[in-house]
């Protein structure tokens, strides 16, 4: 069993950037696809990016061209660059993981979650 730990979340203007990375404790991530979803308040939570264990990533279309996902196999962690940020990207983050060879984009295919890192975007 694998559990994913956030962190790198922050108080940030719009415009401006933030990094924000997931390891794990127990197993590896190696063969684990690895996703970030977010949840604003009083909203679903909702796809942002997802990875796969051979590099292959997918992204929501509202995040496209301004996030990247990426895993370092050495550091065992998984990041997501999160540019030119907007308040609508206000939200609890969380990470996920599930062992499988696909990369899914939806929630209820993730089996391990984070416990979620504050992400703020000030107007």
């Known amino acids: 069993q694998v559990q994913p730990v956030e962190s790198g979340g922050g108080l940030v203007q719009a415009g401006g950037s933030l990094r924000l990375s997931c390891a794990a404790s127990?197993?590896?991530?190696?063969?684990?696809?690895m996703g970030w979803f977010r949840q604003a308040p009083g909203k679903e939570r909702a796809f942002v990016a997802a990875i796969g264990w051979s590099g292959s990533s997918r992204y929501a279309d509202s995040v496209k061209g301004r996030f990247t996902i990426s895993r370092d196999s050495a550091k065992d962690t998984v990041y997501l660059q999160m540019n030119s940020l907007k308040p609508e990207d206000t939200a609890v983050y969380y990470c996920?993981?599930?062992?499988?060879?696909?990369?899914?984009?939806?929630?209820?295919?993730?089996?391990?979650w984070g416990l979620g890192t504050q992400v703020t975007v000030s107007a």
């Open positions: 996920a993981a599930t062992y499988s060879i696909v990369v899914p984009t939806i929630r209820g295919a993730y089996d391990y």
């Open positions: 127990g197993r590896t991530l190696s063969r684990y696809a």
